[in-house]
């Protein structure tokens, strides 16, 4: 019987290790890329007044009835930016798209296309011939129609990306209450590893799980990253790590985490009673630790390049997501998937284990198609077969040969 944790239960491990951190009245463009840690309500209302939806000429509907076309003389125009001028009887006005519409009862806006005056640049004209009018449509956007002031425009939890930033400046936002982005300490060990391009000795070679850990998370954009290396000795290791969880919220290494004479960061941190090292019922991957140690959350990768990959994509950037505030898209159920066919050569499900396989996405006709990095042959290792990875297939445990897999995306 497997007896190993599953995946979602080591991910819930990890979430419980997040501690958000809420920041008050932050100005507003000094927190995009943050999330919301109150719901805001709107200062303004949208559309701050009623205005013309169309370029054209506002007539009074009494002026438009019976068979056209209509000939008015024109009495006047509004730009937009321009306060409204009213419209007298058996008149148009010219307005543009934006303009505040005069507060009269019974007006009716009369798009350009369906007059006399071409569109574009045209001298104001003396009258003009309306040749069609459907009155029921006015072309008109009521002020408060979208939003009214007072009601919420975006709810605790909301990232602030170019969307939630319109939304709040158009609706008079000037500070919010945010989660402050958690500062991150990636930390490489191994006396093997050394810093590119820095000379290679021996038996060492080049430290690409740290340039490519604290990428991923910086990409993630929920956090600051910075970057250090550990080597193989205890003492100087315990010295470093606490340097890393002085400086930083979140700490994760990669390495030194099995059962190896060798594996500092586990002898380190495993005396903490809020420390846990084993392994997971996953391919590639399977030693983890996770838990709290000197005041800063820790998540221990293994060291294998490609097990680093999948699991700081599984594991760790969901945790900055959650010291973020961001609680969405964290648990394997809730992260974005694409269905994708594959080949009868695709790596096959293991019954004990989840299986995840980094992949390429290729569409073929409508259809994408996933391509196992290494051909499919790839070990944990195989760290130069990782270019233009698109996202990780996972392979439940239990389950047939499949013909189509999902996809988690980054």
Known sequence: MNTLPSVNEHLARVLAAARPRVKRDVPLGDCVGQVLAADVVARFPVPPFSNSAVDGFIA??????????????????????????DCPAGHAVRIMTGAPMPQQDGLHVVPVEQTNIPRGPYPLPDEVQIASVDLGRSHTRHAGENVGVGEVVAR????????TLAALVATGVRTVDVFERPTVAVVSTGDELVAWPGDIRGAQIPDSNL??????????????????????????TEVLLQQAAQQADIVVTTGGVSAGAYDVVRTVTASSPDMWFGHVAQRPGSPQGVGRWSEAAFICLPGNPVAAFVSCALYAIPLLRASAGDRTRCSMDERT??????????????ADRHVFVPVRLHTEHGAVRAEAF???????????????????????PGTDAPTRIPVMLF
């Open 211 to 236: 340039p490519m850990v604290a990428t991923l998370l910086r990409e993630s954009g929920y956090a600051k990253v910075f970057t250090m290396h550990a080597d193989d000795d205890t003492q100087s």
């Open 60 to 85: 009074h509907e009494s002026d438009l009835f019976g068979d056209g076309p209509w000939v008015l003389p024109v009495a006047g125009e509004i730009p937009a930016g321009h306060d409204a001028i």
């Open 156 to 163: 605790e939890g909301t990232r602030i990306d170019a969307g």
């Open 374 to 396: 290494a051909g499919g042959h790839g070990g944990s290792g195989f760290v130069a077969s990782l270019p233009a990875v698109d996202g990780i297939a996972v392979l439940a």
């Open 337 to 350: 998937m694409v269905e994708a066919d594959v080949d009868t050569h695709f790596p096959a499900p293991r």
